[in-house]
């Protein structure tokens, strides 16, 4: 079966996220509480995007020759240099990303985009790359916010952009086994597209969902937000097929189960482009749900609804969890209310008369069949209320969900505002929870104030384990004058805090540029090194995606996180 995906691709403008069409203004009383809570003089949309014909790229450093073979190889249509596409693929959707793309900053675009159709494409253009010494960034939606897309050359003669959206095709569909088979470009809204009327669904649906990609998902090991009930992408991708600078590599069964060595379908999932290009994946899928219940709960603190979710999922009956399941503090609870518009604010009466005067608002979305998803909530409201949850009905849940994509559309409008917004990851321990929920949120807030200026920290647990859970940070200030620097002094105090606390540098974002100085305190000296001996293996030359992941030799972090950021390959001028 070989089936193309006709939907149209979204096309994210320049400066921001997504379709501006889609976002929703912030209603005058979400304005004000951002006044004044951030302590700031004015919310006026004082710092829009220069205009398109003001933002400065680099130069295109390939010649004319390279040029040439590469549109004989994919065709002319398939090879461009365009201003607007270079500037489109100049980074990734992260705060940093942005401040330097809305102040007109894209000297690092690549040199060009090209839009592969096929393996045979890939492997012609890795081939011609390792002979003309060009670095290969792949990108599929763009949506990576930790620096895992920026179009870095090192000491390379240039650096192309692969777009992967021509590979979107359903290449195998085996209901007997539940499992597709894709192409690697095909975004998340596709895949749901094309297996509905097939009767199942990936169940993946990170906030990303409406511009990444299949190979995104599994190059950066993203957890979507119903991963409770549907597994992460590392939980349910069964092989891949990968394009190397040395050749293709198969990784991965599509048997039950194996015990032929290693897992090598492991030291893919996670790369980032590192190592090659993956360009089809089998995956398992699940029947579609036939009923949803949305439940939402209140707590008294964070903390008294964490231990209901850890009750939940380790003394609940095995099947019982929601696939979604999501607790706020009591910080991101209020702020959603504020921030929320005027239905939220009915909804947050209705939650102070019902609840504590600060609560922890907990979220959840059963999915299946209807008297079995019935049961399911029945069993997990017993555990909930005799955690000392308040049950708030479906109202709240059902909130969320419509709006469940909307979140970097509200980023936009507050950099256009002059406030500065961006978030962080990890997950920890039970044990270990708690503590690293204060620690990290403490270093946020000191590294905000250190400038003299307020800010404000709203966290939540969107995925849920046996042996713990993960922690999401959000945090606001005021914009000040270099954001660029703002942005590195809280990241690196949160990331030092996050080491510290013994918990993981990334749950679900990937390491690219951000998290790479970190490496070292995840995996230790001995993992890096076999890292590095394995991309040797696989690409002797170093085009792939140069500056992410592997940390330089000479630049690992210490456990106190204060190594530097850079890119272990200096960037050419």
Same mark, same amino acid.
């Given at each position: 079966?070989?089936?193309?995906?006709?939907?149209?691709?979204?096309?994210?403008?320049?400066?921001?996220?997504?379709?501006?069409?889609?976002?929703?203004?912030?209603?005058?009383?979400?304005?004000?509480?951002?006044?004044?809570?951030?302590?700031?003089?004015?919310?006026?949309?004082?710092?829009?995007?220069?205009?398109?014909?003001?933002?400065?790229?680099?130069? $295109?450093?390939?010649?004319?020759?390279? %040029?040439?073979?590469?549109?004989?190889?994919?065709?002319?249509?398939?090879?461009?240099?365009?201003?607007?596409?270079?500037?489109?693929?100049?980074?990734?959707?992260?705060?940093?990303?942005?401040?330097?793309?809305?102040?007109?900053?894209?000297?690092?675009?690549?040199?060009?985009?090209?839009?592969?159709?096929?393996?045979?494409?890939?492997?012609?253009?890795?081939?011609?790359?390792?002979?003309?010494?060009?670095? $290969?960034?792949?990108?599929?939606?763009?949506?990576?916010?930790?620096?895992?897309?920026?179009?870095?050359?090192?000491?390379?003669?240039?650096?192309?952009?692969?777009?992967?959206?021509?590979?979107?095709? %359903?290449?195998?569909?085996?209901?007997?086994?539940?499992?597709?088979?894709?192409?690697?470009?095909?975004?998340?809204?596709?895949?749901?597209?094309?297996?509905?009327?097939?009767?199942?669904?990936?169940?993946?649906?990170?906030?990303?969902?409406?511009?990444?990609?299949?190979?995104?998902?599994?190059?950066?090991?993203?957890?979507?937000?119903?991963?409770?009930?549907?597994?992460?992408?590392?939980?349910?991708?069964?092989?891949?097929?990968?394009?190397?600078?040395?050749?293709?590599?198969?990784?991965?069964?599509?048997?039950?189960?194996?015990?032929?060595?290693?897992?090598?379908?492991?030291?893919?999932?996670?790369?980032?482009?590192?190592?090659?290009?993956?360009?089809?994946?089998?995956?398992?899928?699940?029947?579609?749900?036939?009923?949803?219940?949305?439940?939402?709960?209140?707590?008294?603190?964070?903390?008294?609804?964490?231990?209901?979710?850890?009750?939940?999922?380790?003394?609940?009956?095995?099947?019982?969890?929601?696939?979604?399941?999501? %607790?706020?503090?009591?910080?991101?609870?209020?702020?959603?209310?504020?921030?929320?518009?005027?239905?939220?604010?009915?909804?947050?009466?209705?939650?102070?008369?019902?609840?504590?005067?600060?609560?922890?608002?907990?979220?959840?979305?059963?999915?299946?069949?209807?008297?079995?998803?019935?049961?399911?909530?029945?069993?997990?409201?017993?555990?909930?209320?005799?955690?000392?949850?308040?049950?708030?009905?479906?109202?709240?849940?059902?909130?969320?969900?419509?709006?469940?994509?909307?979140?970097?559309?509200?980023?936009?409008?507050?950099?256009?505002?002059?406030?500065?917004?961006?978030?962080?990851?990890?997950?920890?321990?039970?044990?270990?929870?708690?503590?690293?929920?204060?620690?990290?949120?403490?270093?946020?807030?000191?590294?905000?104030?250190?400038?003299?200026?307020?800010?404000?920290?709203?966290?939540?647990?969107?995925?849920?384990?046996?042996?713990?859970?993960?922690?999401?940070?959000?945090?606001?200030?005021?914009?000040?004058?270099?954001?660029?620097?703002?942005?590195?002094?809280?990241?690196?105090?949160?990331?030092?805090?996050?080491?510290?606390?013994?918990?993981?540098?990334?749950?679900?974002?990937?390491?690219?540029?951000?998290?790479?100085?970190?490496?070292?305190?995840?995996?230790?000296?001995?993992?890096?090194?076999?890292?590095?001996?394995?991309?040797?293996?696989?690409?002797?030359?170093?085009?792939?995606?140069?500056?992410?992941?592997?940390?330089?030799?000479?630049?690992?972090?210490?456990?106190?996180?204060?190594?530097?950021?850079?890119?272990?390959?200096?960037?050419?001028?």
């Amino acid at each position: 079966m070989v089936t193309q995906n006709t939907e149209e691709i979204p096309r994210s403008v320049w400066y921001g996220w997504g379709d501006p069409s889609r976002a929703r203004p912030l209603s005058e009383g979400a304005l004000e509480y951002l006044r004044t809570t951030l302590r700031l003089r004015s919310v006026d949309p004082s710092h829009p995007p220069v205009d398109f014909a003001e933002v400065h790229l680099g130069e $295109v450093s390939l010649d004319g020759e390279t %040029l040439e073979e590469l549109r004989e190889l994919l065709g002319d249509a398939h090879v461009s240099t365009d201003r607007t596409e270079r500037l489109l693929h100049s980074g990734g959707k992260s705060t940093p990303d942005l401040l330097r793309i809305r102040a007109g900053d894209a000297r690092q675009a690549p040199d060009a985009v090209l839009f592969p159709g096929s393996e045979q494409d890939v492997r012609w253009i890795l081939e011609l790359c390792v002979r003309r010494r060009l670095a $290969v960034v792949t990108f599929g939606g763009g949506t990576s916010v930790v620096g895992g897309v920026e179009p870095l050359r090192g000491q390379l003669e240039g650096v192309l952009a692969l777009d992967m959206r021509r590979m979107d095709r %359903l290449l195998h569909f085996d209901v007997l086994s539940c499992t597709a088979t894709f192409e690697a470009g095909i975004r998340g809204p596709a895949i749901e597209a094309v297996l509905e009327p097939l009767g199942f669904t990936l169940g993946h649906f990170p906030q990303s969902h409406q511009e990444a990609t299949l190979g995104g998902y599994l190059a950066t090991r993203s957890a979507g937000q119903a991963s409770t009930g549907y597994g992460r992408s590392d939980d349910v991708v069964k092989s891949a097929h990968v394009e190397t600078p040395v050749g293709p590599l198969d990784v991965g069964s599509l048997a039950p189960g194996t015990a032929a060595g290693p897992k090598l379908l492991d030291v893919i999932l996670g790369s980032e482009g590192t190592l090659g290009l993956i360009t089809s994946a089998t995956v398992v899928v699940q029947p579609l749900p036939q009923h949803k219940r949305h439940g939402a709960w209140s707590f008294p603190s964070f903390a008294a609804g964490a231990e209901a979710l850890r009750k939940m999922r380790q003394e609940g009956v095995r099947g019982d969890m929601p696939h979604v399941c999501r %607790l706020s503090d009591t910080d991101e609870t209020a702020a959603t209310f504020k921030l929320g518009g005027t239905k939220t604010a009915v909804l947050a009466t209705y939650l102070g008369l019902r609840s504590q005067q600060r609560p922890a608002l907990a979220l959840f979305l059963w999915e299946g069949e209807a008297r079995e998803t019935a049961a399911r909530k029945r069993r997990s409201a017993r555990i909930l209320r005799a955690a000392g949850g308040i049950p708030l009905g479906p109202m709240p849940a059902l909130a969320w969900e419509r709006g469940r994509f909307s979140g970097p559309y509200l980023r936009d409008e507050l950099l256009t505002r002059g406030v500065f917004v961006e978030t962080l990851e990890t997950a920890a321990t039970w044990s270990q929870l708690q503590s690293t929920y204060t620690a990290v949120r403490g270093a946020i807030l000191d590294a905000l104030a250190a400038s003299g200026g307020s800010g404000y920290v709203q966290t939540h647990i969107s995925h849920v384990y046996p042996d713990g859970a993960s922690l999401y940070f959000t945090y606001l200030g005021g914009l000040e004058r270099d954001g660029l620097e703002q942005n590195a002094r809280v990241k690196k105090a949160a990331s030092a805090a996050i080491v510290a606390a013994g918990a993981t540098i990334t749950h679900h974002n990937g390491v690219g540029i951000d998290h790479a100085p970190y490496m070292s305190s995840e995996i230790g000296t001995l993992g890096l090194e076999m890292l590095r001996r394995i991309k040797e293996s696989l690409d002797p030359t170093g085009i792939m995606n140069p500056g992410k992941l592997i940390p330089a030799a000479t630049a690992e972090a210490p456990a106190t996180g204060e190594a530097s950021i850079a890119s272990p390959l200096k960037e050419k001028p």
